[in-house]
C-alpha cells in the first residue's frame, strides 16, 4: 500500500511539473488579455506565456519569479487611449520582479506615457532581447535594477531618450538600434544618470545626444560577450542635428577598451563646445584606443570644467574646429602606446587655454597646428 501510495505521489508530481512548463497561450486579436492571463499565475513558479495579435493595455509584470513573456507572429502591445491614473506610467511596467525575459515583440506608446518600457523597484535579472519600442522615451530602467538589453530597436517619437538608467541601475547592452524621427524635438539616446551602463555593438542614430551621461554616472564600452559579431558602437548623424557625440558631465566617466566608439560628423558648425565627446564639469574620458572620431562639424574631444581625458591611441581626424580642446582648469594626457595617438587634420589639432595642459604630447601624431602653451612631452613635468 505504502508503495502505491508513493507511487501516485510520483506520478501526480510529474504531471504537475509537465503542467508548469506548459506555455499559457494568449490571443489579443480574440479578446484575451494578457493582464488577465498573468493574474491567474503563480508568480514563484516558472512559467512561459505566449501571446499573438495586438494586446491594448496597460501591462503591469509585478513580483513575478522566473517569467518569459514571448511574442508570436508579429506581436504587439500597445498603449490604451485613456491613460492609467497613476503617473509617471509605463505601457509595459516590470516591477520588483526577477529572472524576467521579455523576447520577440513591440511595445507602441503614445506621448502621454513616460515610457514604452519601464524596469524598475529592484527588479533583477531581466532580459529584453529582439524588442522593439516605438513612441514615448523608450525603455526606462530606475531604481537599482539590473537589465540586459540585446538587440532592441528603439524609435523614439517624443519625451527626451531613447534608453535611460537611473538610481544605480546596471544596464548591459548588446547590439541593436536607437534612432529618432525626422521631428523638431531634442533628443538622447542613452542617458545614463547615477547608474552603470555596459555596451558593445549598438548603433545610435540621428540624436542631438548620442550619449548623456550626468550624475556621476558612468558607461563602459567593452567587449564583453565575445561571440557577438560586431562589438563597435557607433554614432551616426546623416541628418545633421547632433549637437553632442557623448556628453560627460557632473563627475560622470566615459570608459573605453576592448570596444571601439565609432563618431562621425557630430556636432554643429558653429562650433563652441558642440562636437564628438564633451566632457565636463568634473568628469574623465579614459578613450584608450578605441576612440576614432572622423569629421565633426564641432570640436573632436573638448575638456573643460576640472575634467581629465586620457587618449591613448585613440584618432580624431578631419574635424571643422579643434581636435583636442581643453579648457578651465582641465587636463588631457596621451601615453606612448602602438599606435600612437592620431590628432591631425582638424582646423586646430591641440587647444588648451591658459589655465588648462597637454602632456605626452610626443606621443600625439601626426599634428600640425597647436594653440597651447603649457605642452609637456612626456608624463610627467620633471620628477623628484
Known amino acids: 500500500m505504502l508503495r502505491a501510495i508513493a507511487l501516485v505521489t510520483l506520478v501526480l508530481a510529474s504531471i504537475r511539473a509537465s503542467a ?29 506565456v505566449k501571446f499573438q495579435g495586438i494586446c491594448t493595455e496597460f501591462v503591469v509584470v509585478d513580483g513575478f519569479n522566473n517569467l518569459t513573456l514571448r511574442g508570436i507572429n508579429g506581436a504587439s502591445i500597445q498603449q490604451p487611449a485613456t491613460n492609467p491614473p497613476a503617473s509617471p506610467f509605463y505601457v509595459l511596467s516590470v516591477k520588483a520582479s526577477r529572472s524576467v525575459t521579455l523576447l520577440g515583440f513591440t511595445v507602441q506608446s ?43 530597436n528603439v524609435n523614439i517619437t517624443s519625451g527626451f531618450a531613447a534608453v535611460s538608467a537611473f538610481d544605480k541601475s546596471d544596464v548591459h547592452i548588446v547590439g541593436g538600434l536607437l534612432h529618432r524621427s525626422a521631428d523638431s524635438a531634442y533628443h538622447a539616446g542613452l542617458l545614463v544618470g547615477s547608474g552603470h551602463v555596459t555596451v558593445q555593438g549598438m548603433t545610435i542614430r540621428d540624436m542631438q545626444e548620442g550619449m548623456s551621461i550626468g550624475t556621476s554616472g558612468s558607461v563602459d564600452l567593452v567587449n564583453f560577450q ?103 582648469q582641465s587636463t588631457a594626457g596621451a ?45 610627467y613635468e620633471s620628477l623628484p
Open 20 to 48: 508548469d512548463t506548459t506555455p499559457v497561450v494568449v490571443n489579443c486579436d480574440a479578446g484575451q488579455s494578457l493582464n488577465r492571463a498573468l493574474a491567474k499565475l503563480d508568480k514563484v513558479t516558472p512559467v512561459t
Open 110 to 152: 503614445l506621448p502621454s506615457a513616460f515610457s514604452a518600457i519601464g524596469v524598475g523597484k529592484g527588479s533583477t535579472d531581466v532580459l529584453l532581447e529582439n524588442v522593439k519600442t516605438n513612441g514615448s522615451w523608450g525603455i526606462v530602467i530606475y531604481e537599482a535594477s539590473q537589465v540586459w538589453l540585446v538587440n532592441v
Open 226 to 328: 565575445p561571440t557577438t559579431a560586431d562589438t563597435d558602437v557607433t554614432i551616426e548623424n546623416p541628418a545633421g542635428t547632433n549637437v553632442y557625440g557623448v556628453l560627460v558631465s557632473d563627475s560622470s566617466s566615459l570608459n573605453l577598451s576592448s570596444s571601439r566608439l565609432l563618431i562621425s560628423n557630430a556636432g554643429q558648425p558653429y562650433g563652441f563646445n558642440s562636437g564628438a565627446v564633451f566632457v565636463t564639469n568634473g568628469s574623465t574620458l579614459n578613450a584608450a584606443a578605441s576612440l576614432i572620431v572622423t569629421a565633426s562639424h564641432g570640436q573632436g574631444v573638448i575638456v573643460s570644467n576640472s575634467s581629465h581625458a586620457e587618449m591613448q591611441g585613440s584618432s580624431i581626424t578631419g574635424g571643422a574646429h579643434g581636435g583636442l580642446v581643453v579648457v578651465n
Open 335 to 379: 601615453t606612448l602606446t602602438s599606435p600612437l595617438t592620431t590628432i591631425s587634420g582638424n582646423a586646430t589639432d591641440l587647444f588648451c587655454d591658459s589655465k588648462s595642459r597637454i602632456t605626452g604630447s610626443s606621443y600625439i601624431a601626426n599634428v600640425t597646428t597647436v594653440q597651447c602653451n603649457d605642452l609637456v612631452p612626456g608624463l
